[in-house]
């Protein structure tokens, strides 16, 4: 059984955040646990009102779950604080956890900002050189490297600067490309391309946290990063091709979609 732990914040309509995490480690076949470091008022419309966990219990969950279950890989979404960063790039360290993915969560689907802006510098010079990969979105991808990023050449610009931050790999998604959605991947070698049609859908709430959560889980099944990449693409397709309109707003993607790739 591979294991897969999330930290992250909880979105109380489920659709993101800790509760999309471990919809999609488990669409993945894999056991899903998780560290929860901010709680979220949160529906379809918007975020209400967050409240940051304390840094001892954030601390607690980590160990809790580290010294008895273990992880074969950890992902990484919500880091509200600099120091709820920093605490997360210590308990990696002391854990020696190698397959690590961060997904660099700052704004929600709604527009709410979810990363306060003096956790910047210790995203950057803290977590990032621990991750294995990162998976920023067009938006997250120039918060990180201070440049515009609104076309396929600015995305391979971006990978590189964030690249410089010290992660393995960096992957800045397209989703927000007009035309196709195209994911490019910087191995600090070479850039690899992966492409899918746009879906045409409103509801696209948690795409980012189920993305990043269910390429830890392939890597934690020991595929080689393209192939994770792949797979992630194809399961995310799907779960956007087949969304739930649920709310009155952007709804979620369905973590377990009909004729879901095994």
Same mark, same amino acid.
């Given at each position: ?49 967050? #409240? ?13 779950? =580290? ?31 190698? =397959? ?19 956790? =910047? ?53 397209? @989703? ?14 070479? #850039? ?13 709430? @948690?795409?980012?946290?189920? #993305? ?10 020991? #595929? ?19 969304? =739930?309109?649920? @709310? ?10 009909? @004729?879901?790739?095994?």
């Amino acid at each position: 059984m591979k294991k897969v732990m999330t930290i992250a914040g909880s979105d109380s309509g489920a659709g993101a955040g800790i509760q999309a995490d471990l919809k999609a480690i488990a669409a993945m076949g894999a056991y899903g646990t998780s560290a929860i470091t901010s709680i979220t008022a949160q529906n379809t419309l918007g975020v209400q009102n967050v #409240f940051n966990l304390p840094l001892t219990i954030i601390a607690d969950q980590i160990e809790a779950i =580290l010294d008895d279950i273990g992880a074969h890989a950890v992902k990484t979404g919500m880091l509200a604080t600099g120091d709820i960063i920093s605490l997360v790039a210590d308990k990696v360290k002391k854990y020696n956890i190698k =397959l690590l993915v961060v997904d660099p969560v700052m704004v929600s689907t709604s527009g709410d900002v979810l990363l306060q802006q003096d956790a =910047l510098d210790n995203l950057k010079n803290c977590l990032l050189p621990l991750a294995y990969i990162t998976t920023p979105n067009m938006r997250e991808a120039e918060v990180l490297s201070g440049q515009p990023v609104t076309t396929l050449s600015e995305m391979k610009e971006a990978a590189k600067k964030i690249y410089s931050f010290g992660p393995k790999n960096v992957v800045v998604k397209g @989703g927000h490309l007009e035309g196709e959605a195209i994911d490019v991947l910087y191995n600090g070698k070479e #850039f690899k391309y992966f492409k899918n049609p746009k879906v045409d859908t409103k509801n696209t709430h @948690g795409t980012g946290c189920t #993305f990043a959560a269910a390429l830890a889980a392939n890597l934690a099944f020991g #595929f080689e990063v393209e192939k994770a990449l792949q797979k992630t693409k194809e399961y995310i397709t799907g779960a956007l091709k087949d969304s =739930l309109d649920v @709310g009155q707003g952007a709804g979620p993607v369905n973590h377990f979609w009909k @004729g879901q790739i095994e």
